[in-house]
């Protein structure tokens, strides 16, 4: 019995840190053509949303923060300058905190 506890335990722990793992930011070389027909540029930053991705291009570095619409935080970093992207973990709206500036994000 409590061999399988500690299984259960370890392979609960390996999950969440894949999960965790897995939803950060990731460097891209560019964004698909398909996330070009639907810019949205302001300030320094360049956003985008195709295939479940939200893409970002920034021209300086800055604190990135996306919350649910509920306020609950899902993802934030500090990046610099270039092509992010990030896999939204389902369909909703979010909002995205990039600086001061805050901006809607549907997918």
Same mark, same amino acid.
């Given at each position: &019995?409590?061999?399988? @506890?500690?299984?259960?335990?370890?392979?609960?722990?390996?999950?969440?840190?894949?999960? %965790?793992?897995?939803?950060?930011? !990731?460097?891209?070389?560019? &964004?698909?053509? $398909?996330?070009? !027909?639907?810019?949205? =540029?302001?300030?320094? @930053?360049?956003?985008?949303?195709?295939?479940?991705?939200?893409?970002?291009?920034?021209?300086?570095?800055?604190?990135?923060?996306?919350?649910?619409?509920?306020? =609950?935080? @899902?993802?934030?970093?500090?990046?610099?300058?270039?092509?992010?992207?990030? $896999?939204?973990? %389902?369909?909703?709206?979010?909002?995205?905190?990039?600086?001061?500036?805050?901006?809607?994000?549907?997918?």
């Amino acid at each position: &019995m409590k061999h399988r @506890v500690f299984v259960s335990l370890l392979l609960l722990t390996a999950s969440a840190f894949a999960i %965790s793992a897995a939803r950060n930011w !990731e460097a891209t070389d560019r &964004m698909p053509s $398909q996330a070009l !027909e639907q810019l949205t =540029q302001a300030d320094d @930053v360049t956003t985008a949303v195709a295939d479940g991705f939200l893409y970002l291009t920034l021209r300086q570095r800055a604190t990135v923060r996306l919350f649910t619409i509920l306020g =609950q935080p @899902v993802v934030q970093g500090t990046l610099s300058p270039g092509t992010y992207r990030f $896999q939204l973990p %389902s369909r909703g709206i979010y909002l995205l905190k990039i600086a001061s500036s805050t901006r809607r994000i549907t997918l």
